[in-house]
């Protein structure tokens, strides 16, 4: 057991060195959200740095750290808070109406985009990096969604945002909707990897693609827009102090998630469409700005949060594991397999070819989501142990190259693609 303090002098504890590094990376993380727009990279690639420099020291002393492989249900549970709690707030920002016409791009997104890129990364990992049917297609489902964590600051604004560019809500609402749209395929992974043969298709399509989604819209979409209403009731007769309208994002989005994966849905599309309900409740209401504040507060903590974890997490043997085809990889999934499959999901849509669609091609960040997917398959153990930590160290360099690479080019891509400048906007 680690105390806080011990008997006699003791000089040099581990877990007060964590605290230290914690309060010091709090303060760096303050500084660059004070100053985001005012550099052409984001706050994550700093968060990113401090992560590595964690691993350094991590490596050096020889403490004995969080192992991806043992410790996969803390890093399921800790990245799981974070992306709810994004989605939440990206469904808030969504001023869109909800008639299927005005998200035809976002359905090309998620029907044509998300299945193309599940399709060549599983195609890769088999015959490239000679993985098992199920562990590429497991592979692929990882790697495919979007993250709302780290690609919030590409998106749309806070509510009450009129500049709803159409770019950016492709962009919101692709990520808040393929993290759990991405399910799923990853079950469809472990069951072919678990049973084999196909006696658990109908299974998975009426369970884990019918069911899950019908339920996690459902609850999401009439639960938020319930504790909306509760919410500006309670408020307005005075049982709630406007001082803690932050916090009710984090009681509804705990709520809709819990009842949700009580229920067998996917809690992940409960999140985005309870900001989605919660927000059509008096929609210009002052706590709706209030409440998505809170939501987004406690979204970057968690994005700090993750960020340096996943960053301490980097070892040699780990990089080494990703192997020259696994880098390979990463880089054909950020350079090519996503830009080609989001252009050929646009081709006819309203998006304009030269800008708008390249901005939403490039624009594939890879973050929070996929840490989450690669856990749960961890935790599962149906993996072999080889196949495991190669998955996992694939994963975590796709994530540190996106990180880098998105985060260092969004203030000149957005300029030279949108014709905007992040600084004035």
């Excluded at 008639?99 to 029907?111: A, F, G």
């Excluded at 809709?256 to 067998?264: C, K, P, R, S």
Aim: aromatic share 10%.
């Amino acid at each position: 057991m680690v105390l806080a303090a011990e008997k006699g002098f003791s000089f040099g504890d581990s877990y007060a060195l964590i605290l230290t590094f914690a309060g010091i990376a709090v303060f760096v993380a303050i500084a660059a959200l004070s100053h985001q727009h005012e550099r052409a990279f984001s706050a994550s690639v700093i968060y990113l740095g401090l992560g590595l420099l964690a691993a350094v020291v991590v490596n050096l002393a020889d403490f004995a750290w969080v192992d991806p492989l043992k410790d996969a249900s803390l890093i399921e549970h800790l990245a799981e808070f974070a992306i709810i709690v994004a989605l939440f707030s990206a469904g808030m920002k969504v001023d869109r109406s909800l008639r299927s016409r005005e998200w035809t791009s976002v359905w090309r997104l998620l029907l044509v985009a998300m299945p193309l890129t599940i399709a060549a990364v599983a195609l890769y990992g088999h015959v490239a990096l000679e993985l098992g049917v199920g562990t590429a297609i497991l592979l692929g489902a990882i790697l495919a969604p979007t993250d709302p964590v780290l690609a919030g600051d590409l998106g749309i604004g806070p509510p009450g945002d009129e500049d709803e560019h159409e770019p950016r809500f492709s962009l919101t609402s692709e990520a808040g909707l393929n993290d759990g749209l991405a399910f799923p395929f990853v079950f469809l992974g472990l069951f072919i990897v678990e049973e084999g043969g196909t006696g658990w298709v109908d299974t998975w399509l009426l369970a884990d693609v019918l069911y899950a989604i019908a339920v996690g819209v459902l609850v999401g979409g009439l639960g938020g827009w319930g504790i909306a209403a509760l919410a500006v009731r309670l408020r307005d007769r005075q049982f709630l102090a406007v001082s803690l309208d932050g916090w009710l994002a984090l009681a509804a989005v705990l709520l809709l998630y819990g009842v949700t994966e009580i229920a067998g849905g996917y809690g992940f599309l409960a999140a985005f469409a309870g900001g989605l309900g919660f927000r059509r409740y008096e929609r210009d209401h002052e706590v709706n700005r209030r409440v998505h504040d809170g939501a987004e507060l406690l979204e970057k903590f968690f994005e700090l949060a993750l960020i340096l974890l996943l960053g301490s997490l980097f070892s040699l043997d780990g990089l080494a594991e990703v192997g020259f085809d696994g880098w390979l990889l990463v880089v054909l999934l950020l350079v090519v397999v996503r830009p080609v499959s989001v252009l050929l999901a646009l081709l006819g849509s309203r998006l304009s070819v030269r800008g708008e669609r390249w901005f939403v091609a490039w624009f594939g960040v890879r973050g929070i989501g996929s840490l989450y997917y690669v856990a749960v398959a961890l935790g599962t153990g149906v993996l072999a142990p080889g196949e495991a930590q190669r998955v996992f160290w694939i994963v975590a360099a796709c994530i540190l190259v996106s990180i880098v690479v998105h985060g260092v080019t969004s203030w000149p891509v957005e300029r030279r693609l949108l014709g905007q400048d992040p600084r004035k906007t």
